[in-house]
């Protein structure tokens, strides 16, 4: 079975600083994981994903995630936090079997906060 | 990545009455679509799964009745919530799915509030 678990509810950074929104992961099977942001009240924007290429990988805004086997993580990071970072960040796991197109496990989000 | 619209954004109806979502894919002929409900700080759940042509595929717990889903073309796909009560208010979101060598990737729509009263 596979499952997504995001370790941090809340996140708060000065902007400025330095953002890790931390991520493990479960699964049989080898995954496609992504991270998707969410502004109050929109929809899911998709930040960058995995998908068993190169381990790590290069989002929009400045987000970058690296996909660590050993330890099933998929953290993201970004160097410098921007008030317009502040959003909810969902890590999302899909499994690339044929017999289940489409089904994606999403952690339960992490709330980035930014203060000036 | 795919553009995907949703119409309306935001509906307030009174209770009994039925409300019909929108979910386009602007750039891009989508076989399948997704629906998603989300509470207040809550992750998404997924509904049902909508493929052109034929019935929607619904996940465990979801009354198909309740949630009637029809995706007629390949950029269009509707959710409507019938005889709507205040437990049905939430944000429903769709996703299209594009698929690739190396999997798929689900690109989300704005969402649709609602608010039954």
């Known amino acids: 079975a596979q499952s997504v678990t995001q370790l941090d509810s809340h996140v708060s950074v000065s902007e400025g600083t330095p953002v890790l929104l931390r991520c493990n992961y479960s699964?049989?099977?080898?995954?496609?994981l992504f991270w998707y942001v969410q502004h109050p009240n929109k929809g899911l924007q998709l930040l960058l994903k995995?998908?068993?290429?190169?381990?790590l990988v290069k989002g929009i805004n400045g987000f970058e995630a690296e996909f660590k086997k050993s330890e099933t993580s998929f953290h993201l990071t970004k160097p410098s936090a921007h008030m317009s970072d502040a959003a909810e960040y969902f890590c999302?796991?899909?499994?690339?079997?044929?017999?289940?197109?489409?089904?994606?496990?999403f952690g339960q989000g992490t709330t980035l906060q930014v203060k000036p | 990545g795919a553009v995907v619209s949703q119409h309306p954004s935001r509906v307030i109806c009174k209770s009994g009455t039925s409300v019909k979502i929108e979910c386009r894919s602007l750039?891009?002929?989508?076989?399948?679509m997704f629906w998603y409900r989300q509470f207040p700080k809550q992750s998404l759940m997924l509904m049902a799964t909508?493929?052109?042509?034929?019935?929607?595929?619904?996940e465990q717990g979801v009354e198909k009745d309740k949630f009637l889903i029809n995706h007629a073309s390949l950029t269009l796909s509707t959710l409507t919530v019938t005889s709507a009560h205040p437990e049905d208010s939430s944000f429903y979101i769709c996703?299209?799915?594009?698929?690739?060598?190396?999997?798929?990737?689900?690109?989300f729509g704005p969402g649709t509030r609602l608010l039954v009263l």
């Open positions: 996703s299209i799915g594009q698929r690739a060598p190396a999997g798929e990737t689900q690109y």
């Open positions: 995995y998908t068993s290429a190169a381990t």
């Open positions: 750039d891009f002929q989508a076989t399948t």
């Open positions: 909508s493929n052109e042509g034929s019935k929607a595929t619904y």
């Open positions: 699964s049989s099977y080898s995954p496609s």
């Open positions: 999302v796991v899909s499994d690339n079997r044929r017999s289940n197109t489409g089904k994606l496990i």
